[in-house]
C-alpha cells in the first residue's frame, strides 16, 4: 500500500489599516511526499511530491472604500494569487503532468449609489494573461510507459467586464 507523509502550515490575517482601507493576506506552506508507493507501470515514487499540492502558496489583497458626497462610494480592490508548480497526478510520465507556478492579478473598481439600490462595476482578473493549467489527463500504456495521449486545460486568460447591480423591492 502507498504510504504519504505532508507537514505543513497556514496563517491568514485580514486588517483594518485606516478608514476605508482593508489589507488581508494569507500564505501556505505544504511539504507532502510519498514515503512508500510503486505506480501500476512499476516505478517507485518514494520521495515524489504528491498530487496538487504546491510548496508555497499566497494571496494578498487590499480594498478601499472612499465616501462620495451625497452618500455613495467608490471601491477600489487589487489582489494578487500565487502557486508554485505541482503535479496533477504523481504515475504520470513529466511533463505531462506539472502546473508551472503561476502568479495572478486581479483588479476591481466599483461605484454604489447612495442608497445601496444600485452599484456599478469595472473588474478585470489575471490581468498579466498568464498562461496556466487547471487540469491534466493522460493515458499511459502499461507494462511500458508509454503515453498515448496528453490533454491539458488551461484556466481563463486576461478576463475583464461591467457588472451592474439593481436591487429592486425591500
Known amino acids: 500500500a502507498a504510504r504519504a507523509e505532508a507537514k505543513g502550515g ?6 483594518l489599516l485606516a478608514r476605508g482601507l482593508t489589507v488581508r493576506a494569507s500564505y501556505a506552506y505544504l511539504d507532502s511526499t510519498f514515503e512508500r508507493f510503486v505506480s501500476p507501470t512499476g516505478v517507485n515514487l518514494a520521495g515524489a511530491q504528491t498530487n496538487r499540492s504546491p510548496k508555497n502558496s499566497y494571496a494578498i489583497g487590499a480594498r478601499y472604500v472612499m465616501d462620495l458626497s451625497g452618500g455613495s462610494t467608490l471601491e477600489f ?18 511533463p505531462y503532468n506539472t502546473s508551472e507556478a ?9 461605484y454604489q449609489s447612495a442608497d445601496s439600490r444600485w452599484r456599478i ?30 490533454m491539458d486545460t488551461y484556466a481563463r486568460r486576461r478576463t475583464y467586464g461591467v457588472e451592474v447591480t439593481w436591487k429592486y423591492g425591500d
Open 10 to 15: 497556514e496563517h491568514a490575517c485580514e486588517a
Open 77 to 94: 480592490e487589487a489582489a494578487s494569487t500565487h502557486s508554485d508548480d505541482f503535479v496533477f497526478e504523481a504515475t504520470n510520465p513529466a
Open 102 to 110: 503561476y502568479t495572478l492579478y486581479d483588479a476591481r473598481l466599483t
Open 121 to 150: 462595476s469595472l473588474w478585470g482578473r489575471n490581468l498579466t494573461d498568464e498562461a496556466y493549467k487547471t487540469h491534466n489527463l493522460t493515458i499511459v500504456v502499461t507494462p511500458t510507459p508509454l503515453v498515448v495521449a496528453a
